[in-house]
């Protein structure tokens, strides 16, 4: 099974050759030319298994021979696009020194962390006890018990920068090991004791107007006045904030909340972070101003911008939000799809190991595309200049707004707009010229249930039918590749083989892409998969004893400790999403056993949040949710006419952040005699149900009046 893709660039030839070797034929040890992890489905183990290092899959075999041969286990976590993990890997496990040294004296291991979140999770958790830090890619050292005693990250071959060498660092290790055992065991007790400590959850009350005060009153402190976005270098997009922001400006009428939000849209989508010729957000910022990113692109970032930008065009009604969003959905559509309808993982950052590479342009590069005048014009446009703002290149970014530059040149916005069009084409058409990174081509249920909700609510909010269609198909995608014989979702698939039970992230994920569909197409047979999902959430995650879910199912067996996450990092954790699904569900479907369970995992971590309140927002706006006045909107009738989708259209335009939307069954609406309307919509909002409606301009007027 290839793509064009694979035939197209050496990195992904690379991947392709590795994923097709003919493996029945290869002893179990990958033979001369291979180590174990030749036998993976994994892009980032395979990007391994060419090593000299003797490298092992997580599993009981590496375990196994580290106990019997009295050595410690090296593990190392990363990704397939990590840049980091591609530098070290170069430097010191492609290195046949630090291989012997490795060989010899540890059992070694390597884990994508993107498979398995919850090995990473577990040792990030370890690496910021022992460090106070943590990051790709993750070194950890352990005892065949998988008990950890050191943590790291990059560790270069020979020493720099302050960091000390691997190979200087892996003797002393061994020396420690053999000498002085009962002081490492030591160690390992108490870390599993910190271990412990730090993955219980707090609970607390459900009150919600304090708690989201308080974070947006750390949101305001944190936010950068000059630049937008939140923090200092390096700057991240968290789109999960802004979409918490807009629910506070709906619930408290805090205009600086809006602002702040607006503001951070604006200048990112003008800033280097966002590509503006093939569109899509990169992973972070390395400076205040946007300008300079790393450059990968991870599909959970386009999920999240798409909700973010989607929900500011709801609160507005500002149409450059929805345009962005529409940028990224086209990004994803374009060039994260694969052939059989589910969502790639990340693009890499580096092209032969030079980092933007394929981003970056040079003023001479741009003449060689554009006619001399458009050329001069568009370099204005895009501050390109002879030395460039990127290690002698240039990356393309708007100093001032499109409407600004036009003004200054004396050009109408709109054929400005056209203009910048053309040449965005012209230039993006070049670039596919060029070798391109590598596309990590695994799919991940947890992050194409993201997708998935951010495109259907692109087809809610626009009611355009390629995205629906898109994620109608990769939800299909999800059903037939990724369940296994017993129906247990599977976390990732790579070139048609699916593996790994799924976590509770890939099933809160997927809950909400089936919420989202349901909301935008009214079709019972996602609100029906929707609960089921939400059912298997409590047989494999919920705790016997108390509220809170745990990250891994019943069924898992490889951790030293279940842990309860909820964080939010760049993307929601897996509880909070679960919360807001089981409260969504209760609402619509009046199951209140789902709507306690709901209820039940917020206040197992309002303790938490309410101490760190920015670690928990998608709870806060679970917990918003849950608490703000409901407006129920139930259509009867037929919901295929288009007077239906005109009407449900007309509902998702707009910000509304209690919304119950319902379907009831046939004519269960009663009209006045003689109207034969086929399709019949009633608002019940503050206590108040009024009369049902059967034309788009009384729906409208009357979701005004009550906004």
């Known amino acids: 099974m290839t793509s064009e893709y694979d035939k197209n660039i050496a990195e992904n030839d690379r991947m392709y050759r590795l994923a097709n070797v003919d493996t029945e034929n290869l002893p179990e040890d990958g033979g001369p030319d291979f180590n174990r992890l030749i036998f993976s489905q994994s892009p980032y183990l395979l990007q391994h298994a060419e090593n000299p290092v003797d490298w092992y899959p997580w599993g009981d075999e590496a375990f196994t021979k580290a106990k019997s041969e009295d050595k410690p286990v090296f593990l190392s976590i990363g990704y397939a696009t990590c840049h980091w993990c591609h530098v070290m890997e170069r430097e010191s496990f492609e290195d046949d020194e630090v291989a012997v040294v490795l060989n010899e004296k540890f059992v070694c291991i390597k884990v994508d962390r993107e498979e398995r979140p919850d090995i990473d999770d577990q040792y990030m958790t370890v690496a910021q006890l022992l460090t106070g830090g943590g990051g790709w890619p993750l070194t950890i050292i352990m005892t065949a018990d998988k008990e950890p005693f050191f943590a790291a990250t990059y560790l270069p071959k020979t020493p720099k920068q302050q960091l000390p060498g691997i190979i200087e660092v892996l003797d002393k290790i061994d020396e420690f090991w053999n000498t002085n055992?009962?002081?490492?065991?030591?160690?390992?007790?108490?870390?599993?004791?910190?271990?412990?400590?730090?993955?219980?959850?707090?609970?607390?009350?459900?009150?919600?107007?304090?708690?989201?005060?308080?974070?947006?009153?750390?949101?305001?402190?944190?936010?950068?006045n000059t630049w937008a976005g939140f923090g200092v270098a390096p700057k991240f997009p968290l789109p999960h904030y802004l979409s918490f922001l807009i629910r506070f400006w709906k619930k408290s009428r805090a205009v600086n909340a809006l602002w702040m939000t607006e503001d951070t849209l604006k200048m990112i989508r003008r800033g280097g972070i966002f590509d503006q010729l093939g569109f899509g957000i990169h992973r972070y910022s390395v400076d205040k101003q946007w300008l300079v990113p790393h450059f990968e692109k991870m599909l959970y970032d386009q999920a999240m911008m798409v909700?973010?930008?989607?929900?500011?065009?709801?609160?507005?009604?500002?149409?450059?939000?929805?345009?962005?969003?529409?940028?990224?959905?086209?990004?994803?559509?374009?060039?994260?799809?694969?052939?059989?309808?589910?969502?790639?993982s990340a693009w890499d950052a580096d092209t032969d190991g030079v980092e933007g590479e394929y981003y970056t342009w040079t003023r001479q590069e741009i003449f060689s595309v554009l006619d001399s005048d458009a050329a001069e014009m568009a370099c204005r446009l895009f501050d390109i200049s002879e030395q460039g703002n990127f290690e002698g290149r240039n990356i393309l970014h708007l100093p001032v707004p499109v409407q600004e530059f036009a003004d200054k040149e004396g050009i109408p916005l709109e054929n400005m707009q056209q203009k910048i069009e053309n040449w965005r084409i012209a230039l993006e058409t070049a670039r596919k010229e060029r070798k391109k990174p590598l596309r990590?081509?695994?799919?991940?249920?947890?992050?194409?249930?993201?997708?998935?909700?951010?495109?259907?609510?692109?087809?809610?909010?626009?009611?355009?039918?390629?995205?629906?269609?898109?994620s109608e198909t990769a939800l299909r995608f999800i059903t037939n590749q990724l369940r296994n014989a017993e129906g247990r979702l599977l976390r990732s698939w790579y070139r048609g083989k699916a593996s790994i039970h799924g976590f509770l992230e890939d099933y809160a994920f997927i809950g909400w892409a089936l919420i989202q569909m349901y909301e935008a197409t009214l079709e019972r047979q996602y609100l029906d998969a929707a609960r089921k999902n939400c059912k298997e959430v409590l047989k494999l995650f919920a705790d016997d004893e108390q509220y809170g879910l745990f990250d891994s199912g019943s069924d898992s067996k490889d951790l030293l400790v279940r842990k309860k996450g909820g964080h939010d990092g760049v993307i929601p954790s897996g509880n909070a999403v679960a919360a807001m699904n089981l409260i969504r569900l209760g609402k619509i479907t009046a199951d209140s056993r789902l709507l306690?369970?709901?209820?039940?995992?917020?206040?197992?971590?309002?303790?938490?949040?309410?101490?760190?309140?920015?670690?928990?927002?998608?709870?806060?706006?679970?917990?918003?949710?849950?608490?703000?006045?409901?407006?129920?909107?139930?259509?009867?009738?037929?919901?295929?006419?288009?007077?239906?989708?005109?009407?449900?259209?007309?509902?998702?335009k707009r910000l509304i952040p209690g919304l119950v939307l319902r379907v009831s069954e046939e004519n269960a609406i009663v009209l006045p005699k003689g109207n034969k309307a086929e399709t019949v919509v009633q608002i019940c909002a503050s206590g108040t149900c009024r009369l049902p409606v059967t034309e788009t301009a009384e729906l409208e007027r009357l979701l005004d009046e009550i906004a």
């Open 181 to 224: 055992r009962d002081a490492v065991l030591d160690n390992c007790s108490q870390v599993l004791q910190g271990l412990k400590k730090a993955v219980e959850p707090h609970a607390g009350v459900l009150e919600d107007e304090a708690v989201m005060a308080k974070a947006f009153q750390v949101l305001i402190s944190a936010f950068d």
């Open 440 to 470: 990590d081509e695994k799919i991940l249920s947890a992050w194409n249930g993201l997708m998935i909700s951010a495109l259907a609510k692109c087809f809610a909010v626009t009611g355009e039918s390629l995205y629906r269609e898109a």
């Open 596 to 652: 306690e369970e709901g209820k039940g995992i917020l206040r197992s971590f309002m303790g938490s949040i309410d101490g760190n309140p920015i670690t928990g927002l998608h709870f806060l706006s679970a917990l918003d949710y849950l608490s703000c006045p409901e407006t129920e909107v139930t259509f009867s009738g037929r919901i295929d006419t288009a007077t239906a989708r005109e009407m449900l259209l007309s509902v998702h």
């Open 307 to 344: 909700h973010a930008c989607l929900d500011a065009y709801q609160a507005t009604g500002d149409s450059q939000y929805r345009a962005t969003a529409g940028e990224i959905a086209s990004f994803v559509l374009k060039e994260m799809r694969s052939s059989e309808g589910g969502f790639y």
